[in-house]
């Protein structure tokens, strides 16, 4: 940005000097551009900035919007064939959040809960007030609003460990390295809570499926089918709108402790695994050393040929005929020594948490898909690890790693033409082509809209109905879009294939090497 201005200032500056001085400022600030441009950017920065889905087709056959545009909702809800579900929003938040809360009740129901009316559960470790329920209760439209407190037990650690000194210790110490809500105990507990414990509140379990919400939310675009009842219909169990990468060092032995869950328990993984796991298993062979040193498919042939030229280096052989291989073999010697250490810091046998999540403020879900055998017991023994104080483990990725123990790609539905917006991350889609058959009808005065009402126009491959996005801000799906990537290639692949990663054979290959080598420099 500044270089830009700069450049603009320089341009604009150019009428009032000479010929030469322009020339020479020019190629200055074009130098000094590239030095800049060319300063080193992380990968994930790389891919961030070139992958833009927004206006790309993502629909396959294993997971597509359920609607390709807006629907009739009243024919919809008449349908005979239509069953409203045993569901429930669910949000867990405090008194003084009461502002925030009713602009997120304020949206779902314009968009959404008016013409469906699934009923609400609101939750905290302190009761709420009765100015809170008022209010709330006065935004809803005749749901059900339940409001409900969470125990001691429920929302505080385990009592061997909250009173001790390494406990307020680790937590201190996250504040001093700058790790984001590190230092806050409560936000330690709320993601403990979300991560094993909300499912079992009575009155969430008063449902099959839940609707997470949160305060500060907005929606933009209108919902106009119900997204429970098609889950169902569609065999779905999790849905999600945003799946982003974390940050590393809330996270960072997350992946070892369920690895070793994974082994101890010997749970094999459903398909969703590969969203998130990192297969480094590329290079399959008898040497340890060679599967540890290629990572990626380019590592291959170097590896091994440094491997093979190494070893006719230390082979006894021919005077003569050494003299040629001991150069290329010294050269390799030499190469490896220079190179950066390649091996993978967080590799746990072969495999790395590649940090994408679903983000959790959002979900439509099945209860079972947490409260089952697995899910559970994966909770205690990260409990027992201790990551949920030592480090700052987020509900978001320990739902996302717990879900793919059990879930497979098939069970998840990405609910792309749900516009969303939480804090400052948001998503919001074109609108179909067509749509406009189905006008907005409320039956609820305080949502009416103007008769022309402006929505966005449709666009091909768009999924939304009657969105508004905000113009100011870029789609995370433009934005952020690495676990994005690795969703669509994996939804892209045909079903039962997922799980096949492409390995090559090592030992074939090292084999070809050799003989090409000693064809060349002989032996
Ligand atoms: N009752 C209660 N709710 C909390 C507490 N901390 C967080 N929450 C709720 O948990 C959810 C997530 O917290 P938030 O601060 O929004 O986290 P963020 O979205 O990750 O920044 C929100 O719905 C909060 O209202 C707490 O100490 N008590
Ligand atoms: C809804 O589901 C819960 C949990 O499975 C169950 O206890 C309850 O009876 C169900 N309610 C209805 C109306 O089916
Ligand atoms: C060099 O190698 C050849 C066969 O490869 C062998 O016949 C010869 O004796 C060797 N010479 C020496 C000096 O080792
Ligand atoms: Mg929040």
Redesign the pocket.
Known sequence: MLLVRRLRNTLLGCFRCNIMMVCLLVAFIITVGMVLVSEPVSTEELMGNFLSFSKMDLATKRDRPFYPSCVDTQDYLSNPLYAKQNASFV????NE?LRD?IKTIKSIEEHFNQWFHYPYVF????PFTEDFKAKVRDVTTGSNVEFGT?DEIA?NFPSDVKDTFEFHNAIENQGDRSIL?GSME??H??CRF?SGLFYKHPLVQKSEWYWR????VEFFCDITYDPFWEMTRNDKKYGFTIVIPELYWTVPNLFRHTKSFVRKNDVTPGSLWKLFAKDYNVFESDDAELRDWINYDFDVKPKVSEKIAIEQLLKKGNESERINADKEGIMNLVNRARSKKHIVEDKFSNEEYNLCHFWS?FEIARLSVFDNEVYNNFFQFLEESGGFWNERW?DAPVHSIGLSLTLDLDDVHYFRDIGYR??SIQHCPHNAMGGKEFPYVTSDPRFKRKKNAAYDKGRDFGSGCRCKCPKNKLDVEDTTGFCLNVWVDLINQERGRELRVETVNGNQIERNVREDYLKEFGN
Do not use: F
């Open positions: 949000m867990l938040t405090r959040e809360v939750l905290n470790d302190q969470i929302w809500y409560s936000y507990k709320m979300y919400l949160e305060p500060d403020n987020g939480h804090s």
